[in-house]
C-alpha cells in the first residue's frame, strides 16, 4: 500500500465503480494512497476501472492490490458475497466505504410505472441501507473507525421533471445518512452524504437536450461538473481532514 496521501494505507470500497463518479473515485483514492475494491454489477467495467484508470494511469502493468468485484447493491446475498470476498482477499473490511452505485429511470409522475419506481428504490435507497448496514456492522466487529459516504444528488434537495421516483430515492440517501451518522458515531464510524449537481457522466444521456439547456442556465458556473470534482469531496470525507463532520449532507453543484 502506498505510504503517502490523504489515505494513506486505507482500504476502500466503492460500488457503482465501473462507471461515472465511482471510476473517478477509484481514481483519486488510489492516488491519495488507499487500496482500492472497485465493485460493480458490471464486472468487467470495474476491472477496467482497475486495469486502465488506474494502474496504467500510473504507470504500472497489473493491478497491484487493488482489485475489482461484481456486486448487485440491490441483492442481499450479492452484498453479503462481497463482504465475504473482501475479507478473503484483504483479512478486513474496508475502512472508506463509497456508494455510488445508481440507476435512474426517468419520466412523468402521471406515466411512471411501479417497476420503475421500485428499481430506482431498490438500488439507490436499498442498495445504499444493504451495503451500510452489512458493512458499518463488519467494521464495528472488527473495532474499525471508518468513514461511509453516500452519494445522494441535489435533486433529492429540490426535485426535478420527470424524476418522481429518482428525487425520492436520493432524498431518502439523505435521511437514512443522517440516522446512520447519529447511530455510528459511537463507533467512531462517520457517515456523510454528497450532493452532485449535474456531473458529466453516462448517467445523464438520458436527459434531453432541451432539458439540459435550461438546467445549465441555472448553473451559475454555467456548466456540467467533472466527475473529478465529486471524487475530491468522496477523497477529503474518506480522510482524517474531515474528522468532524459527519452527518452531513454536501452540495457539490457549481451553484445550482
Ligand atoms: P453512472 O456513470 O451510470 O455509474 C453508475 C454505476 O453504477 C454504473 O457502472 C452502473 O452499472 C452501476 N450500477 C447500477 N446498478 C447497480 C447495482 N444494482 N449494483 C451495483 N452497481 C450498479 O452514473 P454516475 O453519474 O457515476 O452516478 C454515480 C452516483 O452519483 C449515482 O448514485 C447517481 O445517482 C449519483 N449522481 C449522479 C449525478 C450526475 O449528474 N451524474 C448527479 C447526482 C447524483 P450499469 O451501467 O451496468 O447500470
Redesign the pocket.
Known amino acids: 500500500m502506498a505510504s503517502k496521501g490523504l489515505v494513506a494505507g486505507r482500504l476502500a470500497l466503492v ?2 465503480a ?5 471510476r473517478a473515485a477509484c481514481q483519486v483514492l488510489s492516488r491519495e494512497g488507499a487500496t482500492v475494491v472497485a ?4 464486472y468487467d ?1 470495474a476491472l477496467e476501472t482497475i486495469k486502465k484508470h488506474i494502474a496504467l494511469a500510473s504507470g504500472y502493468s497489473d493491478a497491484g492490490e487493488h482489485s475489482a468485484m461484481e ?4 441483492e442481499p446475498k450479492s452484498v453479503q458475497n462481497l463482504l465475504q470476498a473482501i475479507l478473503a482477499e484483504y483479512k478486513v473490511p474496508p475502512k472508506i466505504v463509497v456508494n ?5 429511470r426517468d419520466n412523468w409522475l402521471l406515466k411512471l410505472s411501479q417497476e420503475d419506481y421500485d428499481s430506482v428504490m431498490n ?2 435507497l436499498k ?1 445504499t441501507f444493504l451495503i451500510m448496514q452489512t458493512f458499518a456492522k463488519a467494521m464495528t466487529e472488527s473495532s474499525i473507525q471508518g468513514s461511509i459516504i453516500n ?5 433529492g434537495k429540490y426535485g426535478n421533471i420527470g424524476q418522481t421516483n ?1 428525487s425520492a430515492s ?1 432524498a431518502g440517501v439523505v435521511a437514512m445518512t443522517q440516522s446512520a451518522a447519529k447511530e455510528l458515531g459511537k463507533f467512531n464510524i462517520r457517515v456523510n452524504a454528497i450532493m ?4 458529466d ?4 444521456k438520458t436527459v434531453p437536450d432541451k432539458v439540459k439547456e435550461q438546467l445549465l442556465k441555472l448553473v451559475p458556473l454555467g456548466r456540467l461538473g467533472d ?1 473529478t470534482e465529486i471524487a475530491e469531496v468522496i477523497t477529503f470525507l474518506s480522510s482524517d481532514k474531515s474528522s468532524f463532520i459527519n452527518g452531513a449532507s454536501i452540495d457539490v453543484t457549481g451553484g445550482y
Not at 100 to 104: E, M
Not at 201 to 204: C, F, Q, Y
Open positions: 460500488t457503482g465501473g462507471s461515472g463518479i465511482g465493485a460493480d454489477k458490471n467495467a456486486v448487485d447493491v440491490s455510488s452505485a445508481g440507476v435512474t438500488v439507490n442498495g452519494i445522494s444528488s441535489i435533486v429518482y436520493k452532485p449537481g449535474f456531473i457522466t453516462p448517467i445523464i466527475p
